[in-house]
């Protein structure tokens, strides 16, 4: 898959370049595209050098490590007796870029690798023309290796990137030709994550769905719970909060009461998959006070955990011995309308922001009564902006959808004191009528009936 998107990480990375010695984390999930933006940094740098650290001995990866800068150095065979002294010995010679990636492992057999590391930064390359590159894939083990008070390495650092999945900006601008609709359904089951976008890319949706996550010999049959094992010691938990989540509990209260224990039992959990950009706590946006806010909800922000505790999770007993037919059947009667249809309202919520001018806050308003899909805020200008998003198949989009938006607004107290302004999106293009009227309104219509 060719390298797309990261401008932002890029170009700190360039800047990074650009100073004298500069300390690099990134950091992220695993399959984001971490390694594939450090390749992408280091192509067109000639002095510079790439380590792969494995979940082997600290020794054997000094020796591995050795052998690189060996490489880079052109000197056939040289053997370093510790970290400090190979570091030393690869940036004593002009501008010099090292990447070592999945540093976690390295402090994982050897917890005083921080330390090393700490004392050749600050006696050696800090002093010298080096940019030092940190990265690595377990979010709590390289914020606790690497960023935390506690960590030697702490205040070290010159810039840190958390990296998160692609944008649908990001999809759009490789897809030229594939219509709005297709890639909204990818998007919504891979939640822009590089490597899954890689394995899901068939002819047909559906095919991938049955091929890599349905089937129990599937890439991604039990990538969520692979991951969830990865980053934390006992999953238990954090599967049943995302079962509930899934099944429609989205209030801390409804979770806990579906689990049967006290609120403040689960909030470690949900705080450490909000950490891992597997949930996301979401309040109505025109909210002051986001933490204190007591409407606030919860759901499964990353596509694939999304997807597979909706459509396998629940089968995953019949899975396992390879009968598929029930959730390959719940999957065609239930995406689109169940899932697709709310990962849209994110694809919407992404182009508000990009698109509209002068609003500083987007997100959706709820309360007992209504839901609005996409709210921008502009507190300034005292302007709120209200759409809805509208993910069908062929049928257009008319008129009447616009009225109800406008009579939901109007019965909203917090929407008092603006000056209205309304939006619908489509994946189904409008009507003449509601094109005319739009016209006259001043009303903004996103049609992504078409490709981009």
Not at 95 to 104: C, G, L, M, R, S
């Amino acid at each position: 898959m060719e390298f797309i998107g990261r401008e932002e990480e890029s170009s700190i990375l360039e800047r990074e370049y650009g100073e004298r010695s500069s300390l690099v984390i990134i950091y992220g999930r695993r399959r984001v595209g971490k390694t594939a933006l450090i390749d992408n940094f280091l192509r067109d740098k000639t002095d510079s050098m790439y380590f792969l650290a494995t979940e082997e001995s600290v020794v054997l990866n000094l020796e591995r490590f050795s052998s690189s800068v060996s490489g880079l150095l052109g000197i056939p065979g040289a053997r370093f007796p510790d970290w400090e002294s190979a570091l030393d010995a690869a940036t004593k010679y002009g501008k010099t870029v090292i990447a070592i990636d999945e540093f976690q492992y390295l402090a994982q057999s050897d917890p005083a690798i921080p330390s090393i590391f700490q004392h050749a930064w600050d006696t050696i390359l800090s002093k010298r023309d080096v940019m030092l590159i940190l990265c690595g894939s377990f979010i709590g083990m390289m914020e606790r290796y690497t960023l935390n008070y506690s960590s030697p390495l702490y205040g070290r650092r010159t810039a840190s990137l958390k990296l998160g999945p692609l944008t649908f900006s990001d999809v759009c601008s490789v897809s030229k030709g594939v219509v709005y609709r297709d890639l909204v359904e990818r998007y919504a089951v891979t939640g822009g994550v590089p490597r899954y976008m890689e394995i899901m890319n068939g002819s047909s949706l559906e095919d991938d769905v049955y091929r890599h996550i349905v089937s129990r010999n599937g890439i991604l049959y039990e990538e969520p719970l692979f991951l969830l094992k990865d980053e934390v010691k006992d999953p238990v938990n954090y599967i049943s909060i995302l079962r509930m989540i899934a099944a429609g509990n989205r209030k801390i209260s409804d979770i806990a009461g579906r689990m049967e224990v006290p609120s403040n039992r689960i909030s470690p959990y949900l705080s450490t998959l909000i950490d891992m950009g597997i949930v996301e706590r979401m309040v109505p946006v025109t909210e002051n006070n986001p933490e204190r806010c007591r409407n606030g909800i919860y759901r499964i922000k990353d596509g694939l955990f999304g997807f597979w505790f909706s459509f396998v999770y629940p089968y995953k007993e019949y899975l396992d011995k390879g009968y598929t037919s029930a959730a390959m059947e719940n999957f065609r009667t239930r995406f689109d309308e169940a899932f697709v249809s709310f990962r849209f309202e994110d694809v919407c919520r992404e182009i508000a922001a990009c698109e509209l001018e002068g609003y500083t806050k987007t997100g959706s308003y709820w309360n007992k009564d209504t839901e609005i899909d996409v709210v921008a805020v502009d507190p300034d200008g005292r302007r709120i902006f209200a759409g809805e998003c509208m993910f069908r198949r062929e049928e257009k989009v008319t008129t009447k959808v616009l009225e109800l938006l406008k009579a939901k607004c109007s019965k909203v107290r917090d929407f008092e004191g603006y000056s209205m302004e309304y939006g619908l999106f489509s994946t189904s293009g409008f009507d003449e009528n509601l094109k005319a009227r739009a016209e006259e309104e001043g009303v903004r219509l996103f049609d992504l009936s078409g490709s981009p």
